[in-house]
């Protein structure tokens, strides 16, 4: 009965270095959704992806970031070139169907530190 | 522009009586809101939904209430527990034009005193 899963729980990174982040949600949940938490401040909406699809990549930064959802095995947000602003939370959740009226379930979350 | 707003960061409770969280939207396309709960070091874990065509959902000792017109929604917990300190989130989806995306406000860190 796992929920949703993320790894690293913690991630320490070097300016300039990249940064992998990996989520595999609920069993039978084929929706998923990142959310990004900065110190201080509420979750702000990165990216929706289906399997094999993203649906909606209207929150992600322009440049550096990327997430895939592949038809095998986690989903992945990646930050190429990180620098300390992107220091935060990660969240991962997962909903059953298209969310609108489905909640989403989150992971505990993937705190990356940028040096 | 922050569409979801909880005004108030903080709120401190006595255990038994009740805790009333409030929150204030501002795009009226939403039309699904919800609540969670988060503890440090933790995702958040949802609590209680409601949609709009609805003005109460009560679900034990949480109910949430929805004002359309005031563009308010508010979480009633009672009696309040100590182990209900967290922080509260409010979010809101938006069928039509938001899709499934969720837009959070930025939290109150509720304190249920013993």
């Known amino acids: 009965n796992a929920g949703v899963m993320q790894n690293p729980r913690h991630l320490v990174r070097r300016r300039g270095q990249e940064a992998r982040l990996r989520c595999s949600p609920m069993?039978?949940?084929?929706?998923v959704y990142w959310y990004r938490q900065l110190p201080e401040e509420g979750l702000k909406f990165m990216v929706y992806?289906?399997?094999?699809?993203?649906?909606?990549e209207s929150g992600m930064p322009k440049e550096r970031f990327s997430a895939e959802f592949p038809k095998e095995g986690p989903s992945i947000l990646r930050i190429q070139q990180v620098v300390r602003g992107d220091s935060a939370a990660y969240f991962c959740?997962?909903?059953?169907?298209?969310?609108?009226?489905?909640?989403?379930?989150f992971g505990p979350g993937t705190r990356l530190t940028v040096l | 522009d922050q569409q979801v707003k909880q005004n108030s960061p903080s709120l401190s409770v006595q255990e038994g009586r009740i805790s009333i969280l409030n929150c204030d939207y501002t795009?009226?396309?939403?039309?699904?809101f919800l609540w969670y709960k988060k503890y440090p070091a933790e995702g958040p874990t949802f609590l209680i939904s409601?949609?709009?065509?609805?003005d109460k959902n009560e679900d034990g000792r949480f109910t949430v209430f929805l004002n359309k017109s005031a563009k308010h929604l508010s979480l009633h917990i009672v009696p309040s527990q100590p182990g209900d300190s967290a922080v509260y989130f409010c979010?809101?989806?938006?069928?039509?034009?938001?899709?499934?995306?969720?837009?959070f406000g930025e939290g109150t860190q509720l304190t249920v005193n013993p």
């Open positions: 069993k039978g949940h084929s929706h």
């Open positions: 959740a997962s909903s059953l169907a298209e969310s609108s009226y489905n909640e989403q379930f």
């Open positions: 992806l289906q399997k094999e699809n993203i649906i909606d």
């Open positions: 795009n009226s396309m939403f039309d699904y």
């Open positions: 979010a809101a989806s938006g069928r039509r034009t938001s899709g499934s995306r969720l837009t």
């Open positions: 409601i949609s709009s065509i609805k």
